[in-house]
Structure formats: C-alpha cells, structure tokens
C-alpha cells in the first residue's frame, strides 16, 4: 500500500478551500432555526416507516424520502460548533429538528468513545464520516477503529486533487486497499466527488473521474455524490442539460452510489444555497436513483448554520418526487 499521501493535510486543504468561497453569515442560529423545529418534528414522526423503492425501478407512485434515511453533514455547522452556540448546543439542536444521523468531519476535541456516548444520549448516530486517504498503515487502523466505535457505517474520502494521471491512479489503488481493511471492519468505504474531478485534464483528454471509475473496484469502493458539485461539473463541462449530466454520472458508474450530498446551487452566483432555493431539480435526480443515506449540506449557510440546518431537514422531509 502507498502511503504517500498526506490524507489530514488534504482534508485541512479542502475545508480552507470551501470557507474561502463563504458568504458572511446575517444572523445567529437561534431566531430562525428554533422556529422550525415544531414542524420539523412533527414531519419526523409522520414519516417514519415510508416505502423506499429500489434504485432504478419504474414505479411511477409519488415517493417521499424515509425520515430515517435523512443526514447533514456537520462541515455546515462548523462556525456554531466551534464558536456560538457550541458544539453540545448545535447537537442538541439537530435533534431537536429531527436529526438521527449526522456525517462527521472531526470530533471537536473529543475521543470516538466520548463522542460516541455523547450522541447516544441524544438519539443521534454519527453513520458516515469524511476522512482524508491515510498516510500510514497504523492512522488507517485508527481511523476504522474510531469509525467502528462510533457504530459508522461508512468512512467517505472526501477531497483528492492533483493534474498527475499517476496521483490519482495511485490513489485509486490505495482506497481499494484500504476499502479492503474497512469491510473488516463491517464498513462501506466511499469517495466524495467535488467539480474538477469532471474537468480536469490529466492527458489526452482523461478526467479523474475517468480514472476512479475505471480503477476503484467496484465490491469495495462505493460513491457519495455531491449534488451540487457533480451539477457544477456539467455547467463547467459545457453539457446543454446539467441535470442530465449528473443523472448519467450516477447511472453510468460501475461503483454503487450509496450516499447523496444534498446541496442546492444559486441560479444567479452559482453559489451553493440552502435547499428549496435553488435550482437543482432534486426530485428528477431522486426518481432516477435512490440511496441509503440523504445527507444535507449547505458550505455557505444563507442566515445561519442552524437554520440552514433546520430548512434542509424540513425540505427533504416534506419531499414528493
């Protein structure tokens, strides 16, 4: 296995990277997050339980998401989590919304089993978690540990970037290694896309989607398509239908799909924008494929990062498609 790669530098890069495009924040969570939370509440126990069909069926009966198969990543929080209100607050708060998953990045100065007991006692599953590739044989071990003890389902890799076909054909053959190790672990190991992996040119024309899709094995390694940024790759990419282009990069890999990053984008900036606002078509992608885990996440919240919070889980909650 290779671990030449540096996987926390480049989770640290992707999370600088994301805040330098932040729009400025308008108000503090409370007001409008808090709000929401009745509704929200009551759509949690009114949809627990809904049929969910298979990924690719025909069947032309309207679908709402299953309350339990909704997530957020918890990077939208993270000015809350690591400043006002807080990190127990900002839990607390989601629960409060009708959170019952979240999707980890980092543990906000806490040990897995710590983490762990704390989430418990607010019925919330920390399920999936973005860790970047490892940079040697013992981190791989200690971040699958911490993933089985917090009961995670899966560990997603979520940023790569380079223009070198072999640094991508490299990091190919170490997620396969690693995904081989996480199923040991009775875990699902992901890839996280963002745009460039469908623009960039690595020779002759060859994207790294191209390269991943081609290398990750398919029994091993599973994808997280972000919405938003797989619909930016085709405005970037020039396709007529963005819509369509992501529908077909969902359909035509050989790797499962499992996860979604539920983000919305703003017809005029491009910007991301919280969900309902925008102008994704979710429900069109939704009926083409459906997945384990819908996971909200909003980098530049539009008032606050709770309330962001709060919107996405009563948007997918009350979703017909």
Known sequence: MCFGFDGET??????????AKRRGLLTAAAGGAAALTVGSQTAASAHRGRPHGGPWGHDHRR???PHDK???QLYTLRDALGGEPGFDVVLQRLAQYGYEKVELAGYYGRTAKELRKFLDGL???????HDGISSSRSALRTKLEN???LRQRYVVVPYLASDSLSDWQQWA????????LAR??????GYHNHAHEFTTDLGGGVTPWEVLTDRLDPRLVHLEVDLYWAFTGGVNSGASDPHRFTIDVIRDAPQAVRQYHVKDRDGTTGDMCDLGTGVIDFPRIFRKHRVEEYIVENDTPDVSPLTSAAVGHLYLDHLEY
């Open 10 to 19: 480049a989770l640290q890069e992707s999370l600088a990277r994301k805040g």
């Open 63 to 65: 679908r709402s998401i």
């Open 70 to 72: 909704i997530s957020i």
């Open 123 to 129: 019925d919330i599953r920390a399920t999936s978690s």
């Open 147 to 149: 993933a089985a003890t």
């Open 173 to 180: 053959d170490q997620m396969n290694e690693e995904a081989a």
């Open 184 to 189: 040991r672990y009775g875990l699902r190991y």
